[in-house]
C-alpha cells in the first residue's frame, strides 16, 4: 500500500512539472528571426494531410511586415494575415514546410505575440479551435486589389459555388479576374469560373482565387455569403430588435411610429414590418410608419420587427399602446398652406415647398393630390413626388390635416412640367443582334467608330415572345425561315448565341480582351457591359419585338394577368439579368446592369404588320394598358435598386396606324421617348411585295409634291399627328435611315427616276435582302449612282441612269437638314436605324448638327 501511494505521488509530481500537452495532432509553427527577416517553419505532427491553413501574429505598433516569400501577407494595424503559397498549401503528414517556409521582411528586430495557426496556438498549446465550416470565404484586400479566397474544408468536392456580398455605399467593384462580376446597388456576386467552379476536398481556389477592384482603397463588405451561409462560418445571426417604439403623431384614424435602427445580424437589413396587434398593417424600408385606415378614439397596440434579405425577422420592439383621438375634442380645420411652389425637378421627379399652416390643435401633416388623387402624405411643408414622366405638365395641390383629420381647403394649383429625360438632345441608334455574322459590325465598333461617345441611347435589337408560355423568351439559338411571308417565321425564334454565349476574339472586343469562352457572360451582352463601362453616359435598352418578333404581342397585352406575367419576365430576364442557362454561360445575375430599360416595338397594334400577325380591335385600348403595366413594374423595381429604368417605344408614321393602335395623350403618360418611324415610306421589299412598280421616297422631311400616292407620307405629317394629340415635343425622335432602299429596271421620266415605274427590288448587300443596302455599302456597291437632292422634300437619292438602279436614303446634307427642323420644333432629338450602315459619317454629322 505505501509502495502504490508512493508511485502515485511520483506520478503526479511528473504531471504537474510536464509541459502541457498538445490538445490534438494539429500543424505548428515556430518562428526563427535572423536580422530583420522572420520565418515560420510549420510542421503537421499529424497522420493526415492538412490543407488550406493560415498564421495570424501580431506585431508592436509601428511594426510592419512585408515582401513575403512563399506566402502573402495582409497587415490591418498591429494584426497580420500569412496565407502560404498553393505549393505548401496542403501539407503532408509528418512533413515541414522547409525548404518553403514562409518569411517576411520586419520593419524592426521583434518577436512576433499572439501567435495562432487555424485558429490554434503556433506551439501547439491549449484547446483545440472549434471546426471549420464545411464551406468558408476568406477576404483580403491591399488598397484598390481585393481577392477572395474559397476553401472546402469537407472530405468530398466542392461543385460549385458563388459569393455574394455587400460593399458600402458609393463602393463599386469591377475587373474580376477567375470569376465574372455583377452589382446591383450595394450588393455584389462573384460566380466562378469554369477551371475554379469544383474545389477538391481541404483544398482552397488557390492560386486561382477570385480578385477584383473596389473604387475605395481598403473597402471591407458589410455582409458576406458562400452558398448562402456566413463567409467566416459563423452561424445566422437575426438582426436586433428595433428600439424605443414611440409615437410621434397620431390623429382620430392614423399613428406615426418611429424606432431606433436595428443592428444588421448575418445579412443586410432590407424593411421593418409594423404590426397592430399580431396582424401585419404596414412594411417600409425606413424607420418611420404611418398606419392609416383606423378607428377613432380606439386602442391599438403596435410593434415592430425588422427584416433581413433573406427574410429572417428580429424579435419585436417594446410594444406602444396608442389610443386614437375623438373627432369630437376639435372640428376647427387647420389654415390653408400657403405659397406652394415648385423647387426642383427632375426628369421623374418633382419637389414641392409650401408655408406651413397653423392650427388650434396642431397640425398633423399635410396630403399632396394630384388631382383627386392624394400622392404625397408627409409631416412637413416640403415633398418630393416620384415616379413621373419627363418633359410632362402636372398639377398639384397640398391641404393641411390636423390631429383629428380635419382638412383644410386646398392650394392653389401650381403647374409643373418634369425635365427632358437628356440634357440638350437624344441620339438614338440601334444595334442590331444579327450584325455580328454577315455584316461583321461588332458592338466593339461602336466604339472604335467614334459613335458611342456620341450617342445617348442603345437600342439592343430584338427579344422575342415565347409563343407558348407568352412570356419574353431567351435562352434559345434557333433561325427564321427566309421566306418573309411565313405566318410563323419568328415562332421561337432568338440568338442566345449572339446575344451571351459567343466567345469574341481581341479583336472583336472592346477592351481588346479575349473571351476564353467559359465566362457566364459573353457575346454582345457582355460587350456592351464593356462599353458602358467605357461610356457610363451611355443607356442601354432591349429593344422587344420588330417586325418578325411582334406575332403574340396582342396576346400578352390582352388580359391584366397576361400583361403582369409578360412584364415580370422581362425585367425578370433583361433588367434583373437572370439569363437562362445557355452552352454554360447564363444564370442567375449574370446579365444584371447591362440593360437600363425596355424600349417596345411592337408593329403594329390594332394594324396589319409581318404575316401572321395576330391582331385585336382591343389592341388599342391594350397597347396604352401593357405601357402603363411596364411603367408600374419598373418603377416597383426601382424603389428597391434606387435606380430608374427608362421606357421607349418605336411608333409609327402612318396616321392610320396610329388611329388604329396609340392612345397618344393616355400612353404619354408613361413613356420616355417615342421613337418615331421616319423611314420606309415606300420600298420594293425583298421578296418584290410592297411598291415594286414605282419608286419613292423612304424618309423625306416634307410631303413632295411630286408623289403621286393619296397619302403623302413625310417625318413632318407624322410628328404633326402626335403635336396634335398633345405629346410634348420633348418626347419626339425622329428616325434616320443608315441605309438605303432600291429599285431596279428604273425608267428616267425627266425626273432622274423619282416616282417613276420600275421592275422590282434592286439586288440588295445580302442574297435575302433585296432592296436594301446600308449606306456605306451603297455608296461602294452601285457604281455611277449619281446623288440628287431634293431640296422641296428634303430627301436624297441616287440613279445610275434610264433602266437601271434609283436608291432612296439619308445621307449628311438630308441630316443636317432634318436636324435643322427637328430644332425649330423643339424635338428631343434623333433615333437612327441602324448603326452596322455607317462607317461613322453620318453619325459625325448628325452629332455636330444637334450640338
Given amino acids: 500500500m505505501r509502495r502504490t501511494a508512493a508511485l502515485l505521488a511520483a506520478v503526479l509530481l511528473v504531471l504537474l512539472l510536464s509541459p502541457p500537452a498538445q490538445a490534438a495532432a494539429r500543424l505548428t509553427a515556430v518562428f526563427s528571426l535572423s536580422g530583420s527577416t522572420g520565418k515560420f517553419v510549420v510542421t503537421n505532427p499529424g497522420t493526415t494531410a492538412v490543407s488550406g491553413w493560415s498564421i495570424v501574429f501580431d506585431l508592436p505598433s509601428g511594426v510592419t511586415a512585408s515582401s513575403p516569400v512563399h506566402a502573402t501577407i495582409v497587415q490591418n494595424g498591429t494584426r497580420v494575415k500569412l496565407t502560404p503559397a498553393y505549393y505548401i498549401d496542403t501539407l503532408q503528414a509528418g512533413r515541414t514546410t522547409e525548404p518553403f517556409s514562409p518569411t517576411v521582411n520586419l520593419s ?26 464545411p464551406v468558408a470565404a476568406e477576404y483580403s484586400v491591399a488598397g484598390n486589389a481585393a481577392k477572395f479566397i474559397v476553401k472546402n474544408n469537407t472530405t468530398t468536392a466542392l461543385n460549385g459555388w458563388s459569393i455574394v456580398f455587400d460593399l458600402p455605399a458609393g463602393v463599386t467593384a469591377s475587373n474580376a479576374e477567375h ?13 466562378p469560373a469554369h477551371y475554379n467552379t469544383t474545389v477538391a476536398a481541404g483544398r482552397t481556389t488557390e492560386p486561382y482565387s477570385p480578385s477584383f477592384r473596389v473604387s475605395t482603397a481598403g473597402a471591407q463588405p458589410t455582409s458576406c455569403r458562400v452558398n448562402d451561409v456566413n463567409c467566416d462560418g459563423s452561424p445566422d445571426a437575426p438582426p436586433g430588435a428595433p428600439g424605443n417604439l414611440r409615437s410621434p403623431v397620431k390623429t382620430t384614424k392614423t399613428v406615426s411610429l418611429a424606432w431606433d435602427a436595428s443592428a444588421a445580424g448575418s445579412l443586410p437589413i432590407v424593411g421593418y414590418e409594423v404590426y397592430n396587434g399580431s396582424t401585419l398593417a404596414t412594411t417600409v424600408t425606413g424607420t418611420t410608419a404611418t398606419v392609416t385606415g383606423l378607428t377613432p378614439n380606439t386602442n391599438y397596440s403596435f410593434t415592430v420587427k425588422a427584416k433581413d434579405r433573406k427574410g429572417t425577422l428580429s424579435a419585436a420592439s417594446n410594444s406602444l399602446a396608442v389610443r386614437t383621438n375623438n373627432p369630437s375634442d376639435d372640428t376647427q380645420a387647420p389654415s390653408v398652406p400657403g405659397n406652394l411652389r415648385s423647387t426642383a425637378t427632375t426628369s421623374s421627379t418633382v419637389t414641392l415647398a409650401w408655408n406651413a399652416s397653423t392650427d388650434n390643435s396642431g397640425v398633423a401633416g399635410y396630403d399632396v393630390y394630384q388631382g383627386t388623387n392624394v400622392v404625397a402624405s408627409v409631416a412637413g411643408p416640403t415633398a418630393t413626388i416620384s415616379g413621373l414622366s419627363p418633359s ?16 383644410s381647403a386646398a392650394t392653389a394649383p401650381v403647374s409643373v412640367t418634369t425635365s427632358d429625360i437628356v440634357d440638350g438632345y437624344a441620339r438614338v441608334g440601334y444595334f442590331v443582334q444579327w450584325g455580328i455574322y454577315g455584316r461583321q459590325y461588332f458592338v466593339r465598333n461602336l466604339d472604335t467608330s467614334g459613335a ?3 450617342l445617348t441611347h442603345i437600342n439592343y435589337a430584338f427579344g422575342n415572345i415565347d409563343p407558348v408560355n407568352l412570356t419574353c423568351l431567351q435562352g434559345v439559338t434557333k433561325g427564321t425561315t427566309q421566306n418573309p411571308q411565313d405566318p410563323n417565321q419568328g415562332d421561337g425564334a432568338g440568338d442566345a448565341e449572339a446575344d451571351y454565349g459567343r466567345p469574341f476574339s481581341a479583336a472583336q472586343s472592346v477592351d481588346g480582351v479575349a473571351d476564353t469562352g467559359w465566362e457566364k457572360l459573353r457575346g454582345n451582352f457582355n460587350q456592351l457591359k464593356k462599353l458602358k463601362a467605357k461610356h457610363p453616359h451611355l ?18 397585352a390582352a388580359t391584366d394577368a397576361a400583361r403582369k406575367k409578360f412584364v415580370s419576365s422581362c425585367i425578370d430576364i433583361y433588367i434583373k439579368g437572370n439569363l437562362p442557362v445557355y452552352n454554360a454561360a447564363g444564370g442567375p445575375g449574370t446579365g444584371a446592369g447591362i440593360f437600363d430599360g425596355i424600349d417596345l416595338d411592337w408593329e403594329w397594334p390594332g394594324a396589319e404588320g409581318h404575316p401572321g400577325n395576330h391582331v385585336s380591335p382591343a389592341d388599342k385600348v391594350n397597347n396604352t394598358l401593357l405601357i402603363a403595366e411596364f411603367r408600374r413594374q419598373l418603377d416597383a423595381l426601382s424603389v428597391t435598386t434606387g435606380k430608374r429604368y427608362q421606357l421607349t417605344a418605336f411608333t409609327p408614321a402612318d396616321p392610320a396606324k396610329i388611329e388604329a393602335g396609340w392612345e397618344l395623350a393616355e400612353v404619354a403618360k408613361h413613356m420616355d421617348i417615342f421613337n418615331v418611324q421616319g423611314y420606309d415610306f415606300h420600298g420594293a421589299g425583298s421578296d418584290n411585295s410592297w411598291e415594286p412598280n414605282r419608286t419613292g421616297h423612304q424618309g423625306n422631311l416634307y410631303a413632295d409634291t411630286d408623289d403621286p400616292y393619296t397619302f403623302h407620307f413625310s417625318v413632318e405629317n407624322a410628328i404633326n399627328v402626335y403635336l396634335a394629340a398633345g405629346v410634348h415635343p420633348r418626347k419626339l425622335t425622329i428616325g434616320l435611315a443608315y441605309y438605303g432602299r ?27 435582302e433585296a432592296g436594301t443596302r446600308g449606306y456605306s455599302n451603297l455608296l461602294a456597291s452601285v457604281p455611277g449612282c449619281t446623288i440628287r437632292h431634293d431640296e422641296q422634300a ?15 436614303f439619308d445621307d449628311a446634307w438630308s441630316i443636317q437638314k432634318k436636324v435643322a427642323w427637328l430644332k425649330s420644333k423643339n424635338l428631343l432629338g434623333a433615333m437612327i436605324w ?15 448638327a444637334l450640338r
Fill in 452 to 454: 458611342a461617345a456620341k
Fill in 794 to 808: 428634303v430627301a436624297t437619292s441616287c440613279y445610275t441612269g434610264n433602266g437601271g438602279q434609283w436608291w432612296t
Fill in 392 to 407: 410632362t405638365s402636372y398639377s398639384f395641390t397640398v391641404r393641411a390635416r390636423d390631429l383629428y383629420d380635419n382638412l
Fill in 179 to 191: 470569376a465574372s462580376l455583377t452589382q446591383t446597388g450595394r450588393t455584389v456576386t462573384l460566380t
Fill in 742 to 768: 432600291g429599285w431596279q429596271g428604273v425608267s428616267d421620266g425627266g425626273k432622274y427616276g423619282e416616282w417613276q415605274s420600275a421592275t422590282g427590288a434592286a439586288p440588295g448587300q445580302f442574297q435575302e
Fill in 539 to 556: 443607356k442601354v435598352l432591349i429593344s422587344l419585338g420588330g417586325w418578325t418578333y411582334s406575332k403574340y404581342f396582342s396576346d400578352v
Fill in 834 to 848: 441602324e448603326m452596322s450602315g455607317d462607317p461613322g459619317i453620318l453619325t459625325n454629322t448628325l452629332d455636330t
Fill in 108 to 133: 524592426s528586430a521583434v518577436q512576433p505575440t499572439a501567435c495562432t495557426i487555424n485558429g490554434a496556438n503556433c506551439d501547439g498549446s491549449g484547446e483545440d479551435p472549434p471546426p471549420p465550416a
